[in-house]
């Protein structure tokens, strides 16, 4: 399976998560001293020190519990507006955001380890992928522990379904997604997918739109609970059960919130205009097989034929170079409108917005005051906060990765493909069933 957007080069606003990097430096140390991958050739076998295994867990459980500390300590930190100093955090991780809950990693790690048997492991340290998972792990436990879990939103490909497929009637997904609604949490699909029209949404989620039509035990109240936010942030669909599609569009009148709407359809072409040209450049100086698809919120680069395949290499470097081209404009420098330029593994685009706004659109909708109405009123004060909004998705590799945005309204988990997706919710499903016990 081919995760999108996997920029690893060396632009300081493309590496890799440098908090996961820097846990995952800190549990190196005890995986060195503690390992003792010499008793396989001595005979003991790789079961048979169940000291030394110990002894690991303890070392990590131990780090993750002051790195936990550390967190709470930056969150207290942010909270403190008098305060002018960086967190003890803030200083070792410098590009460390804000948090929105505690992160109980302790805990999180001897859940983890009772799955990934990390501390039985020898001759492989602790991974990056042991600590997203890890951290994954930590926020499920603190949205449904520390507060009450009232909105989750979710990417599309990698996330729900294989990328470039569709959330067929057989998907694991479906059967997870319909317990959150019977749990009143509400769900918002955010996704790069940038169609105007219902039947496009409808082909890719049809699995799930027709169990929710034909559930018995969905309320008609939690069956409005779904919206579908296309285009990162500029179209937004509705459940519908009258639609053919079972999906209709919202004017966005409903939905805009007051910033998006001070956004200046005078700036959104010029930035489109100028992102269209670096599109046009580059596929002369790649040589690329492709052709430009201009939208009216967006514009990207798409195969010349659905059977070609554009090197990875090239989709990245197209984004890069877009990206610093329109940083560097006019349009980009005067931040009037936000962009998001990101790879979707067969293409690339920039969407006018980016999934925090997404996600926020989401948070306004699904107020106390009876979603969409409160939406259209500008009662913003009852809206879906941070720490109650988890969003999931695949794409946090790098500030660029249009997941990543989301960080800045809500709380996050990072999958990898749609089977962690399930895993996660069955996760999250288990907390949240021990709390209403």
Sequence with gaps: MTTRYRVEYALKTHRRDQLIEWIKGLLAVPFVLYSQPQGVFEG??????????????????????????????????????DNPFPSKLKLLVPSIGPFFTRLPLEAAFKF??????????????????????????????????YGTLQLATFDGDVTLYD?????????????????LLRKNVKIGIV?????????????????????????????????????????????LFEFCPASPHLLAPVPIARWLTPEMAGWDERDIDQLLDVAEA????????LN????????????????????????RESL??????????????????????????????????VDIGDKSWGVTVCQRWFSSSGGGAAAADGHDGVTIRGENT????????????????????????????????????????????KKMS
Aim: net charge negative; proline share 5%; charged share 25%.
């Design 316 to 349: 990245e470097e197209t984004v890069l170079v877009v990206q610093k081209i329109l940083e560097l404009s006019s349009a980009g420098r005067s931040r009037r409108v936000p962009f998001c330029a990101f790879n979707g593994g067969r293409d690339v685009f």
């Design 278 to 285: 670096a599109l046009r450049d580059c596929i002369k100086s």
């Design 288 to 311: 690329l097989p492709a052709t430009v698809m201009r939208k009216d919120r967006a514009v990207g680069i798409i195969p010349l034929t659905p059977d070609l395949r554009i090197p």
């Design 112 to 145: 983890q380890d009772r799955k990934r048997y990390i501390s039985s492991r020898r001759f492989v340290s602790p991974s990056f992928n042991d600590v997203r998972l890890i951290l994954n792990s930590a926020q499920i436990m603190a949205v449904t522990t």
């Design 191 to 235: 996704t790069a997918a940038g169609y105007t029209t219902a039947d496009r949404y409808y082909a890719r989620l049809h699995g799930l739109l027709d169990a929710m039509a034909n559930s018995a035990d969905l309320t008609p109240a939690q069956k409005q609970s779904l919206v579908v936010m296309g285009g990162e942030a500029n179209y």
């Design 390 to 433: 988890l969003h999931v998705g695949d794409q946090f590799l790098s500030a660029g990765a249009n997941d990543f945005r989301a960080r800045s309204v809500g709380t996050t988990a990072w999958i990898a493909s749609p089977a962690e997706t399930v895993e996660l919710l069955d996760e999250l499903a288990e907390l949240m069933g």
């Design 163 to 179: 990328d470039g497929q569709s959330l067929e009637p057989t998907s694991p997904v479906i059967p997870r997604l319909l317990d």
């Design 44 to 81: 003991q076998g790789i079961h048979s020190s169940p000291q030394t295994r110990d002894e690991a867990h303890r070392r990590y459980s131990e780090i993750l519990r002051d790195v936990e500390i550390m967190i709470d300590d930056h969150i207290a930190n942010q909270n403190n507006a």
